[in-house]
């Protein structure tokens, strides 16, 4: 269609308007300033880039005009009209971006039987898939901890070509726990199906991100090289997708994990495409996704349900937000890190009750946070229950771009529309200030160093009470804070042999010590400040005892690169912070166990062993089994609480340790200015890193590039795997639409309290050797080494369902004890949950979970609703629902129902072995009351939490994923 043509017939035709500059060709553009309306400027600017979106995007049946002058209205129609919202991209990582693209495979299938033509089935929106994310610890220090078997043992003999060879086998003769340093291998030392290499003395392998030497390259080779070889069936239909698939940018494994690839690489800031220029925007299969929001770049974290719908064609609903301003005063503390800082206004903005709303950052305090601290600021909005923490674009953001990915062209590009469109900030001038929902306050001189835990992100700690906080905590009774220990048994202290040498355990000691990638490599600083930490404190003479497991997993190699450039690596090394690989590791259950001497003082004490990472996640029973206090820190703490060995230690006024001279060294002797981080962030974190990271991630790697995979518009599904398999959601497609039936005579499958969060409905970790899914893969002659995680086994529902409700740490009232275990109420035996669900289906019985507060907090997986689909859950009746998961029940095509205000299931007197039925009118409506009426004669009300016509009709339609199979039949 002709420019012309298309300003007539576009119903804001009128709106578009031409960049033009002797920098760079003229770009079309439609300006929603040309609206002549004094509405726009007081617009925040995260509504701004919604209007845009719905403007651009209006073709009168997806996007009509009064979406335009709904969102123009915001500040009338905010929590009352219902707007579409069109995003530039879409951004899947593989963990859950795996069972998205097997589902549109699966979908393919389904309509290839209705004699619909399979490649018809592709993403509509821009889509990248990110196929590194997690990683799974293998090897630790130098020495194999207990390696699982690859999965296919033909690549286990040779690293993947292109790549510095990593020395196969145990180092040096050594066994895990017995060491870290030694060069050689022999092949008396290497696994069986596995060929050492050889490796000449004093020869420095490279980091196969920017060919730098690195410290123990071959610790985070080896560990590459195990995750290609179990995952290879994953890499080969990930493969097959980027072949298949139209519209759609795989990113190879071996480059990052995904948020940071985000950042890096993927964001514009401003998009061109179908002859226009317009902002960048996205939504993401990964809670991370927020962190965009901290260059200018609207977008948030949805299941890959969701993400699928995007993907193909269909705009994300949403009722319009409040935006609460965040306002953002004085000046930040010398010793605050960002981490502090995103703590800090995570509990501020959580006890203001902000939950599904978006947050926009406004004030004199902006100016003073980098763009790295604003994306990890951003970072933690899931966590205060945001949707958003949206950072509008201004000088600091374009000055980070000069140094990543754009070009001169590309920035004056950038600049000036985003001018054009009144989309660029300036904290200088008042008048440019917009009209919030609300104004919250936060002055940054406040702040000081706190960690966050035992057991959740919320509950902050500062740095100088930690000691007195721990101790009341081994006092309280067991809960969120509380561990219920007899004060005689306080100062109690286990001794342990590890390496020839004795040490002492007591409550408190820190046996596991991670650098997480998630929150922290975008930031140069924090990473830095940990590194120069680390440096002072090896030039103190202080170090970290060989027992406790520590680890540094950055999410890209950009980050071993500044940190070896810098000069710190060897010094985090000395102390046992070796890069031992990329992607997500401790914070999700993925880490080597902890010696056995450790583990057997722990329960010979029945101690409180601690966990310290600088990751986001940290609840408990995640790291470790035996580690049952977890406490969240800025890199430099972490460092810091590995060397002192405590958690329960003032380290303001008690030494981190004593160095070979007798000379105590406290913290402050070792922490670095704030004036030492900034000059080697300006020297160091240079765009020579990021274009370099570019180059590579374009030209992928050898392994990748020589994966076989299938050539064909049909995946063909190996009944056999037990990775890839065909998911039965398309089951019974047809074109007629089923009206929801009544759910008549329903148990309860589960009776949960309060606080379920993800992590127990569908478990990220390992997959234990007792559990319903193990039994699944030894069905299929696997042996326990080759579970791997359920996490890399998203693509296979026969085990994400068996590792439904899981978690070792489900409080199921039914059975009153902790466990993956439920009642089965016909019979009265206590079955895995699994079992039991699986004999109601069989018996033709329809499944409620009852629930209590929060219900689905925590990580954005699509498991969580998939799962409990599969297991024949038809609703969940709970106090409250965290946002995404409700949304994720809804696009599965289970009622989320919320008890009326002031009931729960205590207080209507339910015992949960009541039946249910749940009466369901043809004609529903958003927040319309339902009855449940129970077998005992009880009755009470609910609230279905329905919010738009939208979420009715996928719950008509029976989830997302048939109504866009039905949608496609002819």
Wanted: hydrophobic content about 35%; some cysteine.
């Amino acid at each position: 269609m002709a420019p012309g043509s298309l300003q007539h017939e576009h119903p804001f035709g009128h709106l578009i308007d031409t960049l033009q500059s002797e920098k760079y060709e003229e770009r079309r553009y439609f300006n929603p300033q040309k609206l002549d309306d004094v509405r726009y400027e007081k617009l925040p600017f995260c509504i701004r880039v919604l209007l845009e979106a719905a403007i651009r995007k209006c073709d009168g049946f997806y996007v009509k005009t009064e979406d335009v002058s709904s969102i123009l209205d915001w500040q009338k129609q905010q929590n009352q009209a219902e707007v579409p919202f069109s995003p530039a991209r879409v951004l899947l990582q593989d963990f859950t971006g795996i069972p998205a693209m097997v589902d549109l495979a699966a979908m393919r299938d389904a309509l290839a039987k209705q004699g619909v033509d399979p490649s018809l089935v592709n993403p509509k929106c821009p889509t990248d898939l990110i196929v590194d994310h997690s990683l799974q610890i293998d090897y630790s220090k130098c020495a194999i901890q207990s390696p699982p078997s690859p999965i296919d043992d033909s690549h286990a003999g040779r690293p993947p070509a292109g790549r510095p060879t990593s020395r196969g086998g145990q180092c040096g003769g050594h066994r895990p726990g017995q060491g870290r340093s030694c060069i050689k291998t022999s092949c008396s030392d290497a696994p069986i199906g596995r060929t050492p290499a050889v490796q000449i003395e004093n020869t420095p392998l490279l980091c196969p991100f920017h060919l730098q030497p690195v410290s123990e390259p071959d610790t985070v080779l080896r560990n590459q090289e195990m995750e290609l070889s179990r995952n290879k069936e994953r890499l080969q239909f990930f493969k097959w997708c980027s072949k298949a698939f139209k519209n759609i940018n795989v990113v190879p494994p071996d480059i990052g994990a995904v948020h940071q690839v985000n950042l890096e690489y993927l964001c514009q800031v401003v998009q061109e495409g179908e002859g226009f220029i317009y902002p960048d925007s996205v939504v993401g299969t990964d809670s991370h996704t927020t962190m965009i929001n901290g260059l200018g770049i609207l977008g948030w974290g949805v299941g890959s349900i969701e993400s699928e719908a995007v993907m193909l064609g269909q705009p994300v609903s949403l009722t319009l937000p409040e935006v609460v301003g965040c306002k953002l005063v004085g000046s930040i503390n010398p010793l605050a890190t960002s981490i502090d800082i995103v703590l800090g206004i995570t509990k501020h903005l959580r006890q203001a009750g902000i939950g599904g709303k978006f947050v926009e950052f406004f004030g004199p305090g902006v100016s003073q946070l980098s763009a790295p601290d604003r994306t990890t600021i951003a970072n933690m909005c899931p966590e205060y229950n945001a949707t958003v923490s949206f950072f509008p674009v201004d000088d600091i953001t374009l000055q980070h771009f000069k140094h990543t990915i754009c070009s001169e062209e590309k920035l004056a590009v950038l600049g000036d529309y985003l001018k054009a469109v009144k989309l660029y900030r300036s904290y200088d001038d008042l008048s440019e200030e917009p009209q919030f929902s609300e104004v919250i306050e936060m002055n940054l001189s406040s702040i000081v160093p706190h960690v966050s835990g035992p057991k959740r992100p919320q509950d902050r700690v500062a740095v100088t009470c930690m000691k007195e906080d721990f101790i009341n905590c081994l006092n309280e009774k067991v809960g969120f804070k509380g561990f219920h220990i007899a004060k005689e048994k306080h100062e109690i202290k286990v001794p342990f042999l590890h390496d020839g040498a004795e040490y002492s355990l007591a409550h408190g000691s820190v046996v596991i010590a991670a650098i997480i990638s998630c929150t922290n490599n975008c930031n140069p600083s924090v990473m830095l400040a940990a590194g120069l930490l680390a440096k002072k404190a090896v030039d103190a003479g202080l170090s970290v005892k060989p027992y406790i497991r520590t680890s540094l997993v950055p999410g890209s190699g950009t980050v071993t690169h500044y940190l070896n450039a810098s000069g710190v690596l060897p010094s985090l090394r000395k102390l046992g912070f070796e890069v031992v690989g990329y992607g997500c590791a401790t914070c999700v259950g993925n880490t080597a166990p902890l010696p056995e001497t450790v583990v057997d003082a722990i329960k010979q004490g029945d101690l409180v062993a601690c966990g310290v990472l600088s990751g986001n996640r940290h609840l408990e029973g995640r790291l470790c089994n035996c580690v049952r206090a977890n406490y969240l820190a800025s890199p430099p703490l972490v460092v810091a609480y590995a060397i002192a060995g405590t958690v329960s230690i003032n380290l303001e006024t008690e030494p981190l340790g004593v160095n070979s001279e007798g000379k105590e060294v406290f913290l402050r002797d070792i922490w670095p200015s704030k004036e030492e981080v900034q000059d080697t962030e300006e020297n160091v974190v240079i765009a020579s890193m990021f274009k370099e990271l570019r180059s590579r991630i374009e030209k992928g790697n050898a392994f990748w590039n020589n994966l076989d995979s299938a050539e064909s518009p049909l995946y063909p599904w190996d009944p056999k795997s037990t990775y890839i398999s065909c998911p039965s959601f398309f089951s019974k497609l047809s074109k007629e639409q089923c009206a929801p039936l009544n759910i008549d005579n329903a148990y309860a499958l589960l009776f949960l309290g309060d606080n379920v969060t993800t992590d127990h409905i569908s478990p990220a970790g390992s997959i234990a050797r007792v559990s319903a899914a193990a039994k699944y893969l030894q069905s299929k002659r696997l042996t326990p080494r080759e579970f791997n995680s359920y996490g890399a086994r998203r693509g296979n529902d026969a085990v994400m369902t068996r590792g439904t409700f899981a978690s070792i740490k489900l409080q199921n009232r039914l059975i009153g004890k902790t466990g993956p275990k439920t009642l089965h109420i016909p019979t009265g035996q206590t079955l895995d949950v699994f079992e039991a669900a699986e004999r109601y289906q069989r018996d033709g019985h329809p499944l409620i979970i009852l629930a209590g507060k929060e219900y689905g907090s925590g990580s954005s997986r699509d498991w969580v609703a998939k799962g409990p689909y599969l297991l024949g859950v038809r609703a969940v009746i709970a106090e409250s629902f965290k946002r995404m998961h409700k949304n994720h029940l809804v696009g599965m095509g289970i009622a989320p129902l919320q008890f009326l205000p002031g009931q729960n299931a205590d207080t209507l007197e339910l015992c949960g072995k009541e039946r249910f039925t749940i009466s369901i009118p043809q004609e529903l409506t958003p927040k319309q009351h339902l009855t449940v009426q129970t077998s005992t004669g009880k009755s009470f009300s609910v609230v279905p939490l329905f919010e738009n016509e939208m979420d009715l009709v996928f719950f008509q339609h029976g989830g997302i994923l048939k109504y866009m199979a039905q949608s496609l039949l002819p």
